[in-house]
């Protein structure tokens, strides 16, 4: 009897425990959804990266930096907040001194912001809209072979910031909702945590504030949203000098962060990327909206003449055929643009809505670095996903109807349509990429791929320096190379680890000169990031350190094709 109860009672507690599999399966099919989209997208681009050379180095040298012991901004020159550098010092302790560790690091954040992007689309469309709109999203901006992805990208401050920011903000929509301190305070809390990975983002933190201030209306609650707000960044900017940097060390280093934001090759990259104002922006808006005005109006054309499953299937293939040819990367080239305009002229009906007028104000604030230009080829990618959100949000809750009443369309279904359409052909896009950056280079330290050529030539300069030089050698890479560095175990002076333009303007071609004395081995490394932001190439533009080079160093090595070049000098 005893048996036969044990065994009814095994059968009951199986039986409930799979009924409770199956509810939560059936709830969540979407989050379960995008959870194996990102498995699948991180598998397909965990090692793929088209660039081994400009910026990727650093997110590399300075977490195995940290954990021999030297000082960030004391030892270690960094113009970045300091905490994305510390999780991967966290990560490269925990699973090794390898590229492998900084990958997981990507695939954890990029996995949350996947999720919590959809939980915010879920505040303002329903679950098909939300589902293509993550998805659009991650595609699009989370994975690709360049410097601009969110596994290996060229600097994790701007992606672990990202997630930040899109947790802080769902948490505040959550308060906005709720009414509930807890939300208000864990938004506090990640807030700060972005501003502690990059300080451009320091408008989150004062809209969480600034919530706190307006809602509340309560001291205690004020007081205790910005103490929540600065615990991470006092101890990140805190720990340095726990480890021994003097005040007059970290004036200096921020005397360097203020200097090299400022030096005339840095205010041409700020036009470059769009943060601030061309007239060639115009240019851009102009293609930028014909295309898109392209892609919409077939995309209703076949949408309306789309019956059934079979036809919808065929008028999605095409129209993603047609997103293809017609540059998406550039659709949403103004969208700052546009909805700053439409904040200044519904801003009496937008405050009315405190988590969509939130939603917007937030979407801007973490797009500044694009604001004028939100180019997908480049860092568009880190500004559009709220943007979009906060865009369709706005067309929902103004336009949709009367959409609907004008053009006789479903507009949900419209919107999910051309959303799949673009995912499908990003998808294919990011595959083309993916192909042409998929050659590996491996060793003790990790694999990264790139393109056929630069594999070539990197196995050939890795090999030459395992052959001819020693571990204790250090080796400057000019203007960039510390992967290099790091995956030839070769040290370098962490003081000047990167000397593109920006960095010779910031430091000085005379202290840099003095710097070069410390180096046995310099090499010069060809077709990547050598224009330095429209600048000539420096190391053939006659300067103090091309001369104290030419006098004091003789090339041993020299490798040179139709697109890439490296040269390689030893001190004579």
Known sequence: MKKVTEIFTLKMMKKIYNNKIKEYLNKNIPEITLIVLSIVMSGIYFY???????????????????????????????????????????????????????????????????????????????????????????????????????????????????????????????????????????????????????????????????????????????FKTFATICVIPFISYLFPFLQGMSINEGIEAFKIFLKEATVPSMQTFTKVVGAVFTPADIIIWIKGLILFSIFIGIGYLLFKKAKRIVSYVITLFVLSIIHYISRGEIHFSAIAIVLVGYLIFNFKKLISNKSLFILVLIALLSALKTFYNTDLSMYGVFTL????????????????????????????????????????????????????????????????????????????????????????????????????????????????????????????EEKIEEGLSQYKYIAIIDGFGLYDFGMPRYYFKPNKITERIQKDYGVIYINKTKETEVIFLERK
């Open 385 to 508: 996903p709220l943007l979009l959100i906060a865009a369709i949000a706005v067309i929902q809750k103004d336009y949709a109807e009367k959409i609907e009443n004008k053009f006789k369309i479903d507009f949900k279904g419209f919107i999910a349509f051309l959303l799949a359409a673009g995912t499908f052909s990003n998808f294919i896009y990011g595959i083309n990429k993916k192909n042409f950056y998929s050659a590996p280079i491996e060793t003790s330290r990790g694999r990264i791929e790139t393109t056929e050529i630069w594999k070539d030539e990197a196995v050939k300069l890795l090999d030459f320096i395992k052959n001819n030089t020693n571990e204790n050698d250090k080796i400057l890479f000019l203007p960039e190379g510390a992967m290099f560095n790091f995956l030839s175990n070769r040290s370098t002076d962490m003081k000047m680890y990167v000397l593109d333009m920006p960095f010779i303007e910031t430091l000085g």
């Open 48 to 222: 793929s990266h088209g660039n081994i050379s400009t910026d990727t180095g650093r997110e590399a040298i300075i977490p195995m930096a940290l954990l021999n012991g030297q000082v960030m901004y004391k030892d270690i020159l960094n113009i970045y907040a300091p905490l994305a550098y510390y999780l991967n010092a966290i990560l490269t302790a925990i699973f090794g001194i390898r590229l492998e560790s900084l990958y997981i690091g990507g695939i954890i954040s990029t996995l949350i912001s996947t999720i919590m992007l959809f939980k915010i689309s879920k505040k303002f469309f329903d679950i098909n809209i939300s589902l293509w709109l993550t998805c659009f999203i991650a595609i699009t901006c989370f994975y690709n072979s360049s410097l601009f992805n969110y596994i290996m990208p060229y600097a994790y401050a701007v992606t672990y910031a990202l997630c930040f920011i899109f947790c802080s903000t769902y948490f505040l929509i959550e308060f906005l909702e709720k009414k509930e301190n807890k939300y208000l305070y864990l938004s506090a809390l990640l807030s700060g945590c972005a501003f502690a990975c990059k300080v451009e983002y320091i408008g989150i933190p004062l809209i969480t504030l600034f919530v706190s201030l307006f809602l509340t209306k309560n001291k205690s609650t004020v």
